[in-house]
Nanobody, 118 residues
Framework: QVHLVESGGALVNSGGSLTLSCAAS????????MYWVRQAPGKGLEWVST????????SYTAAVKGRFFISRDDAKNTLHLQMNGLLPEDTALYYC???????????WGQGTQVTVSS
């Protein structure tokens, strides 16, 4: 069964750094594009970053570009999000997800909370 488990969320000072991790299992991780999506308190889901399969190309929403960096370790079935220069507006529940695979289900982790103090 597909399973995604995020970790690394914490309370951090504004300007600080944090790295989130996602442990994947139950599928051929290396074959799938992976995503980070976040949800701020009382807000909707916001796409944060994508990393492609194989060539590992990265994409970011403008709000985090230059500050956040997505990576993957296919040998360990893990996804990471390095977050630098954190801002209070980055406060959100961060989800690791496998999305938009043709005729296959979407899968989401349980989320990990990132709180950035002012």
């Amino acid at each position: 069964q597909v399973h995604l488990v995020e970790s690394g969320g914490a309370l951090v000072n504004s300007g600080g750094s944090l790295t989130l991790s996602c442990a994947a299992s139950g599928f051929t991780f290396s074959s799938y594009w992976m995503y980070w999506v976040r949800q701020a308190p009382g807000k909707g889901l916001e796409w944060v970053s994508t990393i492609t399969a194989g060539d590992t190309r990265a994409s970011y929403t403008a709000a985090v570009k230059g500050r956040f960096f997505i990576s993957r370790d296919d040998a360990k079935n893990t996804l990471h999000l390095q977050m630098n220069g954190l801002l209070p507006e980055d406060t959100a529940l961060y989800y690791c997800a496998r999305l938009f695979s043709h005729e296959e289900n979407d899968y989401w982790g349980q989320g990990t909370q990132v709180t950035v103090s002012s």
